[in-house]
């Protein structure tokens, strides 16, 4: 299977990234710790759609993560924080996931605000007193 960004052809040299990517990444380092490919090339492509608000949450992120780093050898970008945010699902909170709906799955995973919580268990110890 042909790498993401190649051009199909079965050498797959560094020079077969479409753009210049390779190029790019072999300038900034954005290296696959594997081998000789850049980061994303070693990736599979998933097409995700994203409400407005959470792009430009997700850019106001990025923006504020790279600002804090000392490491610069990786490039970090929307993708790379949305890989993090995927991995945090599946490995730390799928046992939670529950509900019919986006809002119900999102709801069940993230955690609730303390006074939503505090009138949650105040509505349910009135119920169990009934």
Partial sequence: MPKIGGTGNAGGGKGSAVGGSAILGRLIGDRDDQGGDPKWATLERKEARLRADQLSDLA???????????????????????????????????????????????????????????????????????
Avoid: F, W
């Fill in 60 to 130: 106001d992120l990025r923006r504020h993560v790279n600002a804090r780093r000392h490491d610069r050898s990786e490039i970090i970008t929307d993708n790379t924080l949305i890989r993090v945010a995927v991995d945090l699902l599946l490995r730390g909170h799928a046992h939670r996931l529950r509900g019919d709906t986006e809002e119900d799955l999102r709801n069940s995973v993230l955690p609730k605000r303390r006074g939503a919580q505090v009138q949650e268990e105040t509505g349910q110890e009135a119920a169990e007193r009934e």
